[in-house]
């Protein structure tokens, strides 16, 4: 009986824990993720009824236009995001790339070229739901991974969905703050034309000067600021709804909707672009999963964000309903005259809240794409000491700062904007749609029939107001395409010329009987010190390896040939981030270390990596001589048996001991530490760079009579080329297309991709190799 109330008490502590962990998580996500999505009121119904719908300006095209927006918002964010795609989540991350490495985890889709057997043993790789597997679909994936160009093409479409992201990163800004600075202009002619633009671009070039600071710094006010817009709109809206038209809540029958479009024709088909931007900014609540949980996201908009907008576009329908021709200024006309300017600095401020959304999820698209081999390499810096995720990314920011000051100057219309916004919103929308129907087959197992469904519904609903919006290419919608093709082809082309790079280290690697017809000298004088040989090649000896040989006769003690890849998970656990493995017999001091990371890791300059690196290659060592299975007398099969190196704490006999010297001006001081096991040893400073402090750390063999005299003298021998210094050894490259090719490959590889190599940053700065222990060896690559 005690044991039963105990329990049922511990279970009724948990799940109040878990709830009040998710209502404050959920207050978080209304300044990060809605910030978009409840600045919408500003500019819907003026961009609905413009051009030819002007003439239907009447109280029923108000109400249809109204049933219309309610019966969007309710199918698309309510039902198909935050009862559906939310679930369809990669260990917590959401996004377009999450449901792209799920299918690229459960069906042989990816078209990254290093992937290894080693990759599925990850904690994060076979994550989703565990159903028996559905002969039905077995035809489909088999077909879709027979053929490359299918996959190609996917990748494709998941590209243009990130081109699209990207572009809303410009737009959102242009639009939000032009939309809510105009209040000064319309209603109270404060400011002229000429002045509103000065003003907007002077909040726009400051939103973009500050993001280097990171949001973390003033995410503390950006939820207060958005919950206090959607209790202005909500009071708004309910006071107009009352005071003005209360008949309009019988607009929320569908009825309206098909009087709509029987007194509007395709005329009202046209308008439907400016209906969409009432969702603009739903894909956030996906995209931003990993920051919050579904739980969250859900509470946030079904109970806050979805009635207070409902009531909001209801207040607006009513006060039109009666006021025709304030349509053009729809949202600051409706306002009372008592609230307006104090709703005017809320509304501005929400759209710079709204806008630093934007960026910020603009900076993570680019991180992973660039972590997909999509992207060229950029300086990526982390904001926040506390807050995982949060990165700034100097080179994009200005990028985005100048297109979104070109469009504000160039355009100066928000219905010309907003053409371009509600074009790329529901342009990712689709995508997501049918990458969700490929997920349900593949990952969830369901039936072809309940995807071809959701497919069909979705898609439909979607199709028709991306059919609409296609209609306004003309008038600005022009924009999202030109911006989504200029980056999709600078993705596609990195992709490309990055593939076929490594398709030619791979078929040019040097065979391993190379290698060992040298003998354990290699034919050269082996130098005191430790060579890090960095290559993409997860299996082989890359040809910069023999390069170097034939020009330069001389070689460290110890190899390491270092990989370090990318895999399709959002993040790879610290335990599991090292595969290290043997090259050669015993006697060659080769070795291979593979550092994996997830497409939403961040690969920190921690300055630690050469310790953790001779700690991991001397736990291998060690366990080596314990597990039969890692070595071999067949010295040809010296190659790609790898062994994951953990960095959690086990209770197991000391490996080595480690002595700290910190410099100082003053003097030396030297202090010792012993460590139990040598994953502990890694542990220890994960947190603090040695680098960066003056710390040099010193190897020592511990004291122990049991040890392996072979272990012993390897062991040795590796504190000892550590003690002589570390040098890294990089291939610069020169991409060129074989005569042979084709103009097109020519134009891709000679103009593009080498453009690309040489404007973004080199791999050392990439990577935090320090510049004065580098060794370049240049190559030509025919491809």
Known sequence: MDSDVSSSRSASQFSWVNLSRNLMLAYQSFGVV?????????????????????????????????????????????????????????????????????????AKLSLLPNQQAADE???????????????????????????????????????????????????????????????????????TNGQVLLLSCVILVGLFALQHYGTHRVAFIFAPIVIIWLISIFAIGLYNTIYWNPKIVYAFSPHYIIKFFHETGKDGWI??????????????????????????????????????????????????SKKISAIPNSFYDSIPEAVYWPVFVIATLAAIVGSQAIISATFSIVKQCHALGCFPRVKVVHTSRHIYGQIYIPEINWILMVITLAIAIGFQDTTLIGNAYGLACMTVMLITTCLMALVLVFVWQRSILLAATFLLFFGFIEGV???????????????????????????????????????????????????????????IVRVPGIGLVYSELATGVPAIFSHFVTNLPAFH????????????????????????????????????????????????????????????????????????????????????????????PTQSSSCLLVSEQENYSTGNTTRSIRSLTLQSLRSSYDDE?????????????????????????????????????????????????RRSSSFLKKLVIDIGYSFLRKNCRGPSVALNIPHISLIEVGMTYYV
Not at 162 to 191: E, F, K, R, W, Y
């Open 689 to 737: 760079s040695a680098q960066m402090t003056g710390r040099h750390v010193r190897f020592h063999l511990p004291p122990n009579p049991g040890m392996d005299p072979a272990v012993r003298e390897e062991l040795l021998e590796l504190i000892q080329a550590k003690e002589a210094g570390v040098a890294y050894i990089m291939g610069h490259s020169y991409v060129k297309a």
């Open 271 to 320: 308008s439907l672009g400016g209906v969409l931007l009432a969702v603009t900014g739903t894909e956030a609540m996906f995209a931003d999963l990993g920051h919050f949980t579904a739980l969250s996201i859900r509470l946030a908009f079904a109970f806050v964000i979805y009635p207070c907008l409902v009531v909001q576009y209801m207040g607006q329908a009513a006060f039109l």
């Open 121 to 191: 043993e990850l904690s994060a790789y076979r994550y989703g739901p565990s159903r028996q597997g559905l002969s039905s679909s077995l035809p489909l994936k088999r077909f879709l991974e027979k053929h490359k160009k299918l996959r190609t093409a996917l990748l494709i479409v998941v590209l243009l969905g990130a081109g699209m992201v990207i572009g809303d990163g410009v737009i959102t800004p242009a639009i939000s703050v032009l939309s809510s600075v105009s209040g000064l202009q319309v209603n109270h002619h404060m400011l």
């Open 34 to 106: 809605y910030g978009d999505l409840s600045t919408s009121p500003l500019y819907v119904f003026r961009s609905i009824f413009v051009g030819k719908l002007q003439k239907h300006q009447n109280e029923e095209a108000i109400f249809g236009a109204f049933s219309l927006i309610f019966w969007t918002l309710t199918l698309i964010p309510l039902l198909k995001y935050v009862f559906i795609v939310l679930s369809a989540d990669d260990n917590g991350e959401g996004g377009t790339f999450a449901l792209y490495s799920l299918l690229c985890r459960h």
């Open 557 to 648: 003690t110890v190899l390491v040939f270092v990989c370090v890849k990318s895999v399709p998970v959002p993040y790879v656990s610290p335990d599991e981030r090292f595969l290290i493995g043997r090259i050669c017999p015993r006697p060659y001091r080769m070795y291979r270390c593979i550092v994996r990371y997830g497409y939403k890791d961040i690969q920190r300059d921690d300055g630690d990596f050469e310790n953790r690196l001779i700690q991991s290659i001397a736990e291998f060592i060690q366990m080596e001589a314990v597990e039969p299975t890692l070595s071999s007398s067949d010295s040809a099969s010296f190659d790609g048996r790898m062994a994951v190196i953990s960095t959690r």
């Open 465 to 523: 107001y991306l059919s609409s919006a296609l209609m306004k290419v003309p008038q600005g919608g022009w924009v999202s395409l030109v911006l989504a093709f200029i980056f999709m082809i600078i993705m596609f082309v990195w992709q490309y010329g990055t593939r076929k790079k490594y398709n030619f280290d791979l078929h040019n690697k040097v065979p391993l009987r190379w290698l060992l017809g040298l003998g354990p000298s290699l034919g």
